[in-house]
């Protein structure tokens, strides 16, 4: 917006307030950022533990890019709600079955609640296949499964 715009536009409003009405209404009908930069603003609020505001941004890049779902299923998790954790973290592996990290991760969350724990080694053991470069971290939770799966029989 040029600087003249700009400034009749602020005298409009300052006017329009003056004489008390309302302001009007200023409508985008584009979203100004792309999904990788709602993203980007998504994982800047979760790094400053804003969850809210982290997935507010993951749905709108989760429109039109698929790897958002893992994001929205690590928000969740960090709040603690399991459920939707789970359903994004489902939702991250439809929509991109190779995602290593949606399989680990997912096995992580089943791991952290004790349950479905042959389902949790099955998604882990598919992440190291899935992506042998990062099978350090992958591995660290396959192993953690199992040692629990052999506490608790």
């Not at 958002?68 to 960090?78: D, E, R, S, T, V």
Request: hydrophobic letters at 40%.
């Amino acid at each position: 917006m040029k600087k003249r715009t700009f400034i009749l536009l602020f005298a409009l409003c300052s006017l329009l307030s003056a004489m008390s009405c309302s302001f009007p209404r200023v409508i985008v009908l584009k979203d100004p950022l792309t999904p990788e930069e709602h993203l980007n603003l998504g994982v800047t609020y979760e790094q400053q533990g804003d969850f809210d505001n982290a997935i507010q941004q993951y749905n709108l890049a989760a429109k039109n890019l698929p790897r958002a779902h893992l994001y929205l299923g690590n928000a969740h998790f960090q709040k603690k709600e399991w459920k939707e954790a789970e359903g994004f973290y489902r939702k991250a592996i439809e929509v991109e079955p190779d995602n290593a990290d949606a399989h680990n991760n997912l096995a992580w969350l089943y791991y952290t609640r004790k349950k479905n724990l042959d389902q949790a080694e099955r998604l882990a053991q598919k992440a190291l296949e899935l992506n042998p470069a990062k099978a350090d971290v992958y591995r660290d939770t396959l192993d953690k499964i199992r040692r629990l799966k052999e506490a608790h029989p």
